[in-house]
């Protein structure tokens, strides 16, 4: 059996980034063999995966690109085990990829066409990258959204990376810093729709015409009863989780469907994403 020098096993460890004792072992099995520990090492990336493919990913953080004039963005959901990972610098970095190969490179449909893409100037595809992590770590993770959407976009990340929101408006490109404020406003309030439109219109009539009936009842006047219905259904909206309708999180006397109408803009979607 070959001799197995501690400068060795630095120097698998220098070129791996992987624990000593499993660079020890790899090199006892490779022989001494350098190059051959290394194909060993990568190996094992698989043997990681199924031994934790039942574990539960309940910690990581919310990525998000977007281009300076408001135009795009890319928002990415990268998940593992612990919080200590979390904040590793190889799961924040790579995460940082992704967000930025999402918003920069063609697009992506599904994270698995995202990870089969190239990492931003590397020869290597996002998922080699995410399985070195794997290896080097030993713990589970999963990429569970990434979305792409067209301006005007804003979005808001909260303090601790594990909640955050894209909000899409319709209107022309901007970067006004209420895009972001409604952004936090999703985060914050987590509403459900994010107009009127989005809900199923069988509800709509059902609710009116049940608060129609009701404000009949009182006998008066069709005009003031259509006033009394119109007001009422904007308090049901936001009890549907309507954005629009919403008391504004910066400003509650009025709704987000106004201070957007203010700068010209209408809500048209947001992605919302909490982990854990």
């Not at 006892?28 to 063999?33: K, M, S």
């Not at 030993?138 to 976009?153: I, L, Q, T, Y």
């Not at 899409?168 to 810093?177: K, V, Y």
């Given at each position: 059996?070959?001799?197995?020098t501690a400068a060795a096993v630095r120097s698998l460890r220098e070129r791996t980034d992987?624990?000593?004792?499993?660079?020890?072992?790899?090199?006892?099995?490779?022989?001494?063999?350098?190059?051959?520990?290394?194909?060993?090492?990568?190996s094992e990336t698989q043997s990681i995966k199924d031994k934790r493919a039942d574990n539960k990913t309940t910690e990581g953080r919310i990525f998000v690109a977007m281009k300076e004039?408001?135009?795009?963005?890319?928002?990415?959901?990268?998940?593992?085990?612990?919080?200590?990972?979390?904040?590793?610098?190889g799961f924040i970095t790579l995460g940082e990829m992704m967000?930025?190969?999402?918003?920069?490179?063609?697009?992506?449909?599904?994270?698995?066409?995202?990870?089969?893409?190239?990492?931003?100037?590397?020869?290597?595809?996002?998922?080699?990258?995410?399985?070195?992590?794997?290896?080097?770590?030993?713990?589970?993770?999963?990429?569970?959204?990434?979305?792409?959407?067209?301006?005007?976009?804003?979005?808001?990340?909260?303090?601790?990376g594990k909640s955050g929101a894209l909000?899409?408006?319709?209107?022309?490109?901007?970067?006004?810093?209420?895009?972001?404020d409604v952004a936090m406003h999703v985060t914050a309030i987590r509403p459900i729709h994010a107009s009127v439109a989005d809900l199923d219109p069988a509800i709509v009539k059902a609710e009116k015409?049940?608060?129609?009936?009701?404000?009949?009842?009182?006998?008066?006047?069709?005009?003031?009863?259509?006033?009394?219905?119109?007001?009422?259904?904007?308090?049901?909206?936001s009890e549907q989780g309507v954005l629009e309708a919403q008391a504004f999180a910066k400003d509650e006397t009025k709704t987000v469907g106004k201070i957007l109408e203010e700068k010209k803009l209408k809500p048209k979607a947001f992605y919302l994403r909490v982990i854990g």
């Open positions: 059996m070959a001799e197995i992987l624990p000593m004792m499993r660079c020890k072992k790899a090199l006892v099995e490779a022989g001494g063999d350098e190059e051959k520990a290394i194909a060993i090492l990568a004039d408001g135009s795009e963005a890319a928002i990415v959901d990268f998940q593992c085990e612990t919080a200590p990972v979390a904040s590793n610098e967000a930025k190969q999402l918003l920069e490179g063609p697009g992506a449909e599904t994270t698995e066409e995202l990870m089969s893409q190239k990492a931003p100037g590397q020869d290597r595809t996002l998922q080699e990258v995410l399985d070195e992590l794997v290896n080097k770590i030993a713990e589970k993770f999963s990429v569970e959204f990434a979305k792409r959407v067209p301006g005007p976009v804003g979005f808001y990340i909260h303090h601790d909000f899409q408006a319709e209107g022309e490109p901007s970067t006004d810093p209420v895009l972001r015409d049940r608060l129609s009936e009701e404000a009949r009842s009182t006998g008066k006047p069709e005009n003031i009863i259509e006033k009394m219905v119109e007001g009422r259904m904007k308090n049901f909206y």
